[in-house]
Nanobody, 120 residues
Framework: QVQLVESGGGLVQLGGYLRLFCAVSGNIFRIWTMGWFRQAPGKQRELAAT???????NYADSVKGRFTISRDNAKNTVYLQMNTLEPEDTAVYYC??????????????WGQGTQVTVSS
């Protein structure tokens, strides 16, 4: 019923930028918090940024000041603007949304992941 589709990843040089997109479709009643997680090779998935339905944001210390998370509720889309990229940002990035459907209580949904590679 609910499907999250990500795009925007790619290969970029040190100091470059990328913008990630994640749009959800389905029988949606309400979306609460949206977020971006990332997972580097050999490491656990970690939180990069979140944004609540009220627009409050939180960032991991490692990305604060460089990344900006935003959302467009009319389009059911979350974005992650990544600037001044570093090799340490290399990871698969996953979007996440807390969603309630018309017939089901809130649950977490994940995108398929998009690869971000930063070369030095």
């Amino acid at each position: 019923q609910v499907q999250l589709v990500e795009s925007g990843g790619g290969l970029v040089q040190l100091g470059g930028y990328l913008r990630l997109f994640c749009a959800v479709s389905g029988n949606i009643f309400r979306i609460w918090t949206m977020g971006w997680f990332r997972q580097a090779p050999g490491k656990q998935r970690e939180l990069a940024a979140t944004i609540t339905s009220g627009g409050n944001t939180n960032y991991a210390d490692s990305v604060k000041g460089r990344f900006t998370i935003s959302r467009d509720n009319a389009k059911n889309t979350v974005y992650l603007q990544m600037n001044t990229l570093e090799p340490e940002d290399t990871a698969v990035y996953y979007c996440n949304m807390a969603i309630a459907t018309v017939t089901r209580y809130p649950d977490q949904y994940w995108g398929q992941g998009t690869q971000v590679t930063v070369s030095s």
